[in-house]
Nanobody, 126 residues
Framework: QLQLVESGGGLVQPGGSLRLSCAASGGPLDYYTIGWFRQAPGKEREGVSYISSSVSDSRTRYAESVKGRFTISRVIANNSVALQMNSLKPEDTAVYYC?????????????????WGQGTQVTISS
């Protein structure tokens, strides 16, 4: 019943910033753990960042490759989760997906997520 839509992707130069949004309909996102994943051309999908449900204290976690550059947060008024991406590198180029699992703490295993968005393209290039 939950529907997720990613937005905010685009083409930016190295060192630039993007803010992605994962907006939900069909239920309040604060009941869900949210994960951001990405898939680069020719590579497997990998976890980027996670935020646990609000009843689990909204803890966050980041992949080492993005730690210090990306920030995940909830935007309650929009029933969404944002991923602020700064100091972008060409290696960040990928399709970015958000996913949700109801009533959970931090989840890093892709297979446990029940709901997925369609993805949004992020391209970092000069």
């Amino acid at each position: 019943q939950l529907q997720l839509v990613e937005s905010g992707g685009g083409l930016v130069q190295p060192g630039g910033s993007l803010r992605l949004s994962c907006a939900a309909s069909g239920g309040p996102l604060d009941y869900y753990t949210i994960g951001w994943f990405r898939q680069a051309p020719g590579k497997e999908r990998e976890g980027v960042s996670y935020i646990s449900s609000s009843v689990s204290d909204s803890r966050t976690r980041y992949a080492e490759s993005v730690k210090g550059r990306f920030t995940i947060s909830r935007v309650i008024a929009n029933n969404s989760v944002a991923l602020q991406m700064n100091s972008l590198k060409p290696e960040d180029t990928a399709v970015y997906y958000c996913a949700a699992k109801r009533g959970a703490g931090i989840l890093t295993r892709e297979s446990v997520y029940d709901y997925w968005g369609q993805g949004t393209q992020v391209t970092i290039s000069s």
